[in-house]
């Protein structure tokens, strides 16, 4: 199947335009925000600090960094020079590498984890050619780490407010040109399931996030999308009784199994 399709490479474009104004300090200091820390508390049990680690669409590659001072041999890829040349300046020694998820350039059962953060969903032909070349690059026991955007009301009454209110569209702009959709967790897991892989884990996160674009109330003014503590409390009530509508992303974690 070929990838050059229009689509394809307007998101890559898009991405491309985001990642030359990224602050690598800015998306570092990011990880320590509650949400993302909620991500990584959940996967990070699952990985070998032994065994190289792939984060594929590592972006400027401020994962890599990060788990790589917490003693994990972490390796990124991500298809956008844009992103990982900054980063590359700064850190010349960082094993970052130029490559598209779809033809990853490393041997069949070479990691012991596959990370995948936001990445599958911006694919008009969908998500399984990336997560087959994850599977194939993964030792027998390896395990994928994925989030995907997931449906929710609060993005359905988000899309409704700037219909009723247009003046609203107008001055928040356009959000980028970029292929993106959302799976629900059952259509996620089936497509990680076909795959090859087993399931360990399948989790609602990011729900203070989804309140984000709602609202200036939810955003901390003087942060870098970071959310404020309304909706640190929205989440928090959300999520026990909402926990799939208002989640921003699923959370799958998997395994490649053993013959």
Known sequence: MTLSTPTYQQTRQAWRDI??????????????????QEVLNTYLPYLDKSIPTLEAGCGPGQVVYYLRQQGYNTVG????????????????????????????????????????????????????????????VLRPGGKLVLTVPHPQIVEDLYKLVNRLFPSRQN??????????????????????????????LVKPVGHSYTFYGLHRF???????????????????????????????????IAEKPHK
């Open 171 to 200: 001055r928040l702009g356009p959000r980028a040109e970029y292929y993106e959709r959302t799976y629900s967790h059952q259509e996620l897991t089936a497509i990680v399931q076909q795959v090859g892989f087993d399931i360990t």
């Open 77 to 136: 890829l991500d298809y956008a020079p844009e992103a990982l040349k900054p980063t590359l300046i700064r850190f010349p020694t960082l094993p970052l590498h130029m490559g598209d998820v779809h033809h990853l350039p490393y041997p069949t059962d070479t990691f012991g984890g596959y990370l995948s953060f936001g990445v599958v969903e911006h694919f008009e032909h969908g998500p399984t050619l990336a997560l087959a070349e994850a599977y194939r």
């Open 19 to 36: 990642w030359s104004g990224t602050e690598f300090d800015r998306e570092l200091t990011a990880l320590g925000y509650k949400r993302y």
């Open 218 to 252: 939810f955003r901390r003014a003087d942060g870098y999308y970071d959310t404020s503590p309304l909706a640190e409390f929205a989440a928090t009530l959300t999520r026990r009784v909402l926990p799939w509508s208002t989640a921003f992303a699923n959370m799958i």
